[in-house]
């Protein structure tokens, strides 16, 4: 019997070590490609902006790949994406997270559409010890966490979000009073905050300022700037929002003599939803395609990348969907430097964060260079922040005027004469 026992034992910890020495992220199989986590919001309310970043991410994986993939000590390693959504919900995407490293073992991360859901996603990978880049998340709390294992290839709206009004001040007459909102998330929240700093310090007086649900109907709001009579509305929010806020006003009939927003202005969707309602409406960017970027990696400049984006979507580039392909070309940088193959050990995976915070690299999308230090921690901080308005259907540089296209169209057209 004490044979036996004893034969038993051995077994089962044979059996152990086989289910668990072999369950670590750390001890995956050799293989020629990388395995690329993406998590991002293929459903629910972030769907439309979910749906940008995966295009972003889709077109590099396809680039990398025509090429052969990511050329390293002469070889070359292709990249296959796996994606996990996080059907707009932070617990979901910390849930992805997870199910991506322990199940999948992937190598390295391209993360949300949201802050939110970004601030859900980082603790989990930064347990596991896996890098990821958002192409999208912009809202200072991500940086302010300072998170080892993240970082993003758009700068933080505190970063930005001074800039169109800095615009918007110039502009005669200059608007001197101000209605600002913004939505109760992360990034929206950031913006609306980022606004009332900038106005109030350049001399706006703010006349109201509210942070409302998300979702929340923002006819009953319009109704009070119109009564207060702004002369610039400001809102922080995401897709759908955006797009009511302006039904709102045109629906009440109050057109500001401004109105500007942030992310989503520059989306498709925006002016397809809207049609000559949008014509007029500001935003912030950090990328256009008429920038007169120069690249060093897979598109030589932001035409040749819009080129490519149109013919394999059949649907404009926004800076968001640059941004995302842009983290693709970050971690392809950064792997050529340190010279690591697939899978990535620990060890691989901390000399890739550290070859990401030395990174200074030219690209379509613009400059690459993440913070190593202070308040934008891991954000890139290579980029200028751009005033974009919308003319015509189409995105325009209006400021800073070095990089302006068009003089802006201000005071708003009055919705009844367009």
Sequence with gaps: ??????????????????????????????????????????????????????????????????????????????????????????????????????????????????????LAVAPVLEKYKIPMITGSAESPLIWKQKFHYTFGTIPPVNYTGATPIKTLVKLQPAPKTAFILGSNDAFSKATAEAFKAAAEKLGIKVLKYNIVPAGQDLTPFMSVAKALKPDLIAFGGHDEELVNLVKSLKQINYTPKALLMHYGVTEPAFVEALGNAADGVFGASVWTETLPTKGTFLWSDAKSYADAAMKAFKVPPDYTQAGSTAAGIAFQAALQQIGATPPLSEEERDKLVSALEKLDIDTFYGKINFADEGQYYHANVGLEPLTVQIQKGKVVI?????YAEAKAIYPMVPWNKR
């Design 398 to 402: 209006v400021g800073p005027s070095e």
């Design 1 to 118: 019997m004490k044979s036996l026992f004893k034969m038993g034992t051995v077994v089962l910890c044979v059996l152990s070590l086989f289910l668990f020495g072999f369950s670590g992220i750390g001890n995956a199989a050799e293989r020629d490609y990388f395995k690329v986590g993406v998590i991002t919001s293929l459903s629910g309310d972030l769907a439309t902006g979910g749906n940008v970043t995966k295009r972003g991410y889709d077109l590099w994986a396809k680039a990398v790949n025509e090429k052969g993939g990511i050329k390293i000590n002469g070889k070359f390693y292709k990249v296959k994406l796996y994606y996990a959504d996080a059907q707009s919900e932070p617990s979901q995407g910390a849930s992805a997270a997870e199910r991506l490293v322990i199940q999948e073992k992937v190598d390295f991360v391209l993360g949300p559409y949201s802050s939110g859901v970004t």
